[in-house]
T-cell receptor, first 114, second 115 residues
Framework: AQSVAQPEDQVNVAEGNPLTVKCTYSVSGNPYLFWYVQYPNRGLQFLLKYITGDNLVKGSYGFEAEFNKSQTSFHLKKPSALVSDSALYFCAVRDMDSNYQLIWGAGTKLIIKP | EAGVAQSPRYKIIEKRQSVAFWCNPISGHATLYWYQQILGQGPKLLIQFQNNGVVDDSQLPKDRFSAERLKGVDSTLKIQPAKLEDSAVYLC?????????????FGPGTRLTVL
């Protein structure tokens, strides 16, 4: 069955340091991968997606993610964290076996400390 | 470009009462989704519309939940009667089409508290 794992409930990073939020997935077909961010009391905002092509995808607010097919991972990264990046981050995947419905991870709370 | 609009933002009701949520998607978006998000979890799809037709409602508790998108634009989600476990944030999202590569755009959500 299709699934998405975000192994860390929370990630703590000092402002200015690089950050990584991990995501691994399990699908039988070709994956379409997405990252969303959720700020307190707000809806989800799309950050970036991988459909095909270059394994390094660049998105909003300076974020990027690397698709690794052999490790079935799609980790979210940013070279230099800002306090304003503190939020809840969700990884999601869809493939034909899920009828292209989004399968969501449980979310990772990112805390950036000044 | 205006985003997805939802109302109300907050609602508190007693169990067994009914409640309705409204969603206006981004103009031109054919696909509309309703999700339920319980605190600390990822969103759970309740129903997906393509224009005014239902594509997927397999996880909609049809004994108490209903949804419609009569003219292929606005949508309403209703719960009748509400249970304590329905306390959650209800998110509406839209996308250009139901193609797998299209990202979804979310509204701010309605936070429902059932007492």
């Amino acid at each position: 069955a299709q699934s998405v794992a975000q192994p860390e409930d929370q990630v703590n990073v000092a402002e200015g340091n690089p950050l990584t939020v991990k995501c691994t997935y399990s699908v039988s077909g070709n994956p379409y991968l997405f990252w969303y961010v959720q700020y307190p009391n707000r809806g989800l905002q799309f950050l970036l997606k991988y459909i095909t092509g270059d394994n390094l995808v660049k998105g909003s607010y300076g974020f990027e993610a690397e698709f690794n097919k052999s490790q079935t991972s799609f980790h979210l990264k940013k070279p230099s964290a800002l306090v304003s990046d503190s939020a809840l981050y969700f990884c999601a995947v869809r493939d034909m076996d899920s009828n292209y419905q989004l399968i969501w991870g449980a979310g990772t709370k990112l805390i950036i400390k000044p | 470009e205006a985003g997805v609009a939802q109302s109300p933002r907050y609602k508190i009701i007693e169990k067994r009462q009914s409640v309705a949520f409204w969603c206006n998607p981004i103009s031109g978006h054919a696909t509309l989704y309703w999700y339920q998000q319980i605190l600390g979890q990822g969103p759970k799809l309740l129903i997906q519309f393509q224009n005014n037709g239902v594509v997927d409602d397999s996880q909609l508790p049809k004994d108490r939940f209903s949804a419609e998108r009569l003219k292929g634009v606005d949508s309403t989600l209703k719960i009748q009667p509400a249970k304590l476990e329905d306390s959650a944030v209800y998110l509406c999202a839209s996308s250009l089409s139901q193609g797998p590569y299209n990202e979804q755009f979310f509204g701010p959500g309605t936070r429902l508290t059932v007492l």
